[in-house]
T-cell receptor, first 111, second 117 residues
Framework: QKEVEQNSGPLSVPEGAIASLNCTYS??????FFWYRQYSGKSPELIMS??SNGDKEDGRFTAQLNKASQYVSLLIRDSQPSDSATYLC???????????WGAGTKLIIKP | NAGVTQTPKFQVLKTGQSMTLQCAQD?????MYWYRQDPGMGLRLIYY???????DKGEVPNGYNVSRLNKREFSLRLESAAPSQTSVYFC????????????????FGPGTRLLVL
């Protein structure tokens, strides 16, 4: 079982709709969770971090964390073609504080 | 500020050749990391350095060596390249000291695309 799992996609969403990206993890002790965006041929860049159960909003992005169910999600409202990218979920392992990365979900926003 | 820089951007090696990937950051960060990224797989940690003078193995250290030359620079060396090391290599840095509670944002360099024939 992979420690951090994401649906590889591609996930196709119409422009203006809500894109929902999900991530599950295996380490129950994890406390820190991150969503990075990676454009094709580029390096990852941080979108959001979340540490507590519930929702955290930043502009069009909302991260949701449920530690009991061991999942974290990212919602993108009013999706734009510029949101088309691969979204990487990263989870901090409690054992050594290193980040374990999911393989990423490719998101395509169709105009 | 340039952030995190990496050289070279692209490299082609023959099996058995050696090379060093260079990484530098100008954000005065304590921690630096080397990852590799392969298609269909997440970023995998090769080595990290929590502070100047210290290095530790990550998930996939075999076939690699690192040097934390000073606070700014962290290099990755392939002593005898193998086709399995064909990948995209990313260097990253963060302010937080790895191994302590809480991991701060990691900032990534542009990557080095390595092909080993």
């Amino acid at each position: 079982q992979k420690e951090v799992e994401q649906n590889s996609g591609p996930l196709s969403v119409p422009e203006g709709a809500i894109a929902s990206l999900n991530c599950t993890y295996s380490d129950r002790g994890s406390q820190s969770f991150f969503w990075y965006r990676q454009y094709s041929g580029k390096s990852p860049e941080l979108i959001m971090s979340i540490y507590s159960n519930g929702d955290k909003e930043d502009g069009r992005f909302t991260a949701q964390l449920n530690k009991a169910s061991q999942y974290v999600s990212l919602l993108i409202r009013d999706s734009q073609p510029s949101d088309s990218a691969t979204y990487l979920c990263a989870v901090e392992m409690r054992s050594n504080y290193q980040l374990i990365w999911g393989a990423g979900t490719k998101l395509i926003i169709k105009p | 500020n340039a952030g995190v820089t990496q050289t070279p951007k692209f490299q082609v090696l023959k099996t058995g050749q050696s090379m060093t990937l260079q990484c530098a950051q100008d954000m005065n960060h304590n921690s630096m990391y080397w990852y590799r990224q392969d298609p269909g797989m997440g970023l995998r940690l090769i080595y990290y350095s929590a502070s100047e003078g210290t290095t530790d193995k990550g998930e996939v250290p075999n076939g690699y060596n690192v040097s934390r030359l000073n606070k700014r620079e962290f290099s990755l060396r392939l002593e005898s390249a193998a086709p399995s090391q064909t990948s995209v290599y990313f260097c990253a840095s963060s302010e937080e000291v790895a191994g302590l509670a809480g991991t701060e944002t990691q900032y990534f360099g542009p990557g080095t695309r390595l092909l080993v024939l």
